[in-house]
């Protein structure tokens, strides 16, 4: 039954979790989905991108809550034994990253690029095999885990699919978008009452555009220009 064979796993995720609060509380949250696509290279900027080998994707499945200790540790051991898989794994979740920033961008004004990236999602889905639980969150409430059967390396990116999967469910589609900084190339799902959010942090982007019109309200006109 899966609740017997599953036991040592859920005990897995809560020791798991507990050390990770912390650090992860520093960071202000999207939804799964679009935090992952705010970790490729256009969204770090000078950081470069986040995924820059398999280890870094599992541990930032883990520091997220995605995958729990013992099924990270579990990978990275196949990922030693299958170097070749653990590489295609990696190319597969930029893939997926990428169909999803497609899908944050341009999702809410294009059929096309939507329907891209439903297909892409559904392809993940579909070849995943595993228990699907909910388990409460240490922060209160209830999160989703999924237990995969099959290909383990295959199960890594349901939890991504799953949560942008739930966005389009919830019709957040239309509250997703870029910040409204050129430069900046960060996603977000904007929450607000009135959906007049316009950048992705008002710590960072937000400040920035204060400033500059702030600058532009001082500033002194411009000294004319004197012809000889
Ligand atoms: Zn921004």
Known sequence: ???????????????????????????????????FVNTDAAAQGATG??????????AWLEERGAVDEERGGGVRRRA?????????????????????????????????VRDDAVAEINRVLGR?????RIEPAPEGGFTRTFVPTGDAFAGLMIPIVESAA?????A???????CADPRCHRVYLDATKN????????????????????????????APVRRA
């Open 1 to 35: 039954m899966p609740l017997s064979s599953s036991a040592p796993r859920r005990g897995g995720v809560r020791a798991a979790r507990t050390p990770d609060r912390a650090q992860a509380d520093r960071v202000p949250r999207e939804r799964l989905w679009i935090d």
């Open 49 to 58: 991108d986040l995924l820059r080998d398999f280890d870094a994707l599992v």
């Open 80 to 112: 030693l034994l299958q170097p070749a898989a653990a590489a295609a794994t990696l190319v597969e979740a930029r893939r997926v990253r990428a169909a999803l920033r497609a899908l944050a961008e341009r999702g809410r004004g294009s059929d096309k």
């Open 128 to 132: 995943s095999a595993g228990t699907r």
């Open 166 to 170: 739930d966005s389009l469910l919830a």
């Open 172 to 178: 957040e589609l239309p509250r997703v978008r870029r």
């Open 195 to 222: 959906g007049l959010r316009r950048w992705c942090d008002m710590g960072t982007c937000g400040n920035r555009a204060k400033a500059a019109r702030h600058r532009a309200r001082v500033a002194p006109p411009p």
